[in-house]
T-cell receptor
Framework: EAGVTQFPSHSVIEKGQTVTLRCDPI?????LYWYRRVMGKEIKFLLH????????ESGMPNNRFLAERTGGTYSTLKVQPAELEDSGVYFC????????????FGPGTRLLVL | DQQVKQNSPSLSVQEGRISILNCDYT??????FLWYKKYPAEGPTFLIS?????DKNEDGRFTVFLNKSAKHLSLHIVPSQPGDSAVYFC??????????FGTGTRLKVLA
């Protein structure tokens, strides 16, 4: 069974540009999550999808971040325009059920905004 | 305000000895706790979990202990192996989908 995949693995962009991150969850997992880790800090929750619906986007930093999950399969996270403080590692995770059950993480996308 | 704290950023242990990683939390609503292991350039990998109705959970070389009154949990690895060298994250949740992570502890097992 394939795990959670994320693309790209790395992205280096300039301040003001746009970047779109993609996540493909484990097949059959209705729950998809985005997290972010800024250098050396904790991994922070950004948002949660159940199928194509956003259940909770309370962790999204601001309106420069837009997440979508059209069709309830893969998800994209767009940052527009990117700022320096957006640099970090963006992780996607998925789970079959919500409610505290194990989430399976992808390898992450390392974003560097210059 | 950080609800899950891992106060030791790093830990070095000799191969074959016990590794003890600690985690403290502040939110009494947390009822499910997890440990994840992370290698460089990889995502966190689930290691072991414990529900608040238990005080110990064991899986092979890994044991998690939960002390609810102290709001403290620990991960014991016995015996430690060089392949255990990684960053370990403690996470907690109030039974929902939202994991609250600590900042991680980098474990180095010396051969």
């Amino acid at each position: 069974e394939a795990g959670v995949t994320q693309f790209p693995s790395h992205s280096v962009i300039e301040k003001g540009q746009t970047v779109t991150l993609r996540c493909d969850p484990i097949s059959g997992h209705d729950n998809l999550y985005w997290y972010r880790r800024v250098m050396g800090k904790e991994i922070k929750f950004l948002l949660h999808f159940v199928k194509e619906s956003k259940q909770d986007e309370s962790g999204m930093p601001n309106n420069r971040f837009l997440a979508e999950r059209t069709g309830g399969t893969y998800s994209t996270l767009k940052v527009q325009p990117a700022e320096l403080e957006d640099s970090g590692v963006y992780f996607c995770a998925s789970s079959q059920f919500a409610g505290g059950k194990t989430q399976y993480f992808g390898p992450g996308t390392r974003l560097l905004v210059l | 305000d950080q609800q899950v704290k891992q106060n030791s950023p790093s830990l070095s242990v000799q191969e074959g000895r016990i590794s003890i990683l600690n985690c403290d939390y502040t939110n009494s609503m947390f009822d499910y706790f997890l440990w994840y292991k992370k290698y460089p350039a990889e995502g966190p990998t689930f290691l072991i979990s414990i529900s608040s109705i238990k005080d110990k959970n064991e899986d092979g070389r890994f044991t998690v202990f939960l002390n609810k009154s102290a709001k403290h949990l620990s991960l014991h690895i016995v015996p430690s192996q060089p392949g255990d060298s990684a960053v370990y994250f403690c996470a907690a949740t109030p039974g929902t989908y939202k994991y609250i992570f600590g900042t991680g502890t980098r474990l180095k097992v010396l051969a």
